[in-house]
């Protein structure tokens, strides 16, 4: 199992932007999907954005105009760039790889997320 990594996490103030990249991102037979997912302590993850890997791309809807992402196949990098953020957009960021296609809200569909690394953490202030 390839374990993913992320970076690019960091401080900003409300309307800033980020980039974000998940390093590893390889597809294979084993991963149809490579997609973000975020975590606030106390509650539900959350998933934001996916790509699988003929390209289609999904961001969960109150993500969208917010949120892209995209990819540089050839160095198996994923990125999700973010504008406009919030405060409620806080929260540590994974990239994770899915064994099946992407659902429509930046879902894995198999529901098994598998190989994020230790996240990035991405704090708004108001």
């Known amino acids: 199992q390839v374990q993913l990594m992320e970076s690019g996490g960091g401080s900003v103030a409300a309307g800033g932007s980020l980039r974000l990249t998940c390093a590893n991102a390889?597809?294979?037979?084993?991963?149809?999907?490579i997609g973000w997912f975020r975590q606030v302590p106390g509650k539900e993850r959350e998933d934001v954005a996916c790509?699988?890997?003929?390209?289609?791309?999904a961001v969960r809807y109150p993500m969208k105009g917010k949120f892209q992402i995209s990819r540089e196949k050839a160095k198996n990098l994923i990125y999700l760039d973010m504008v406009n953020l919030r405060p409620e957009d806080t929260a540590m960021y994974y990239c994770?790889?899915?064994?099946?296609?992407?659902?429509?809200?930046?879902?894995?569909?198999?529901?098994?997320?598998?190989?994020w690394g230790q996240g990035t953490q991405v704090t708004v202030a108001s």
């Open positions: 390889i597809y294979s037979r084993s991963t149809y999907g």
């Open positions: 994770a790889s899915c064994p099946a296609y992407c659902g429509r809200s930046a879902t894995c569909r198999s529901g098994e997320w598998n190989g």
């Open positions: 790509m699988d890997s003929d390209g289609d791309a």
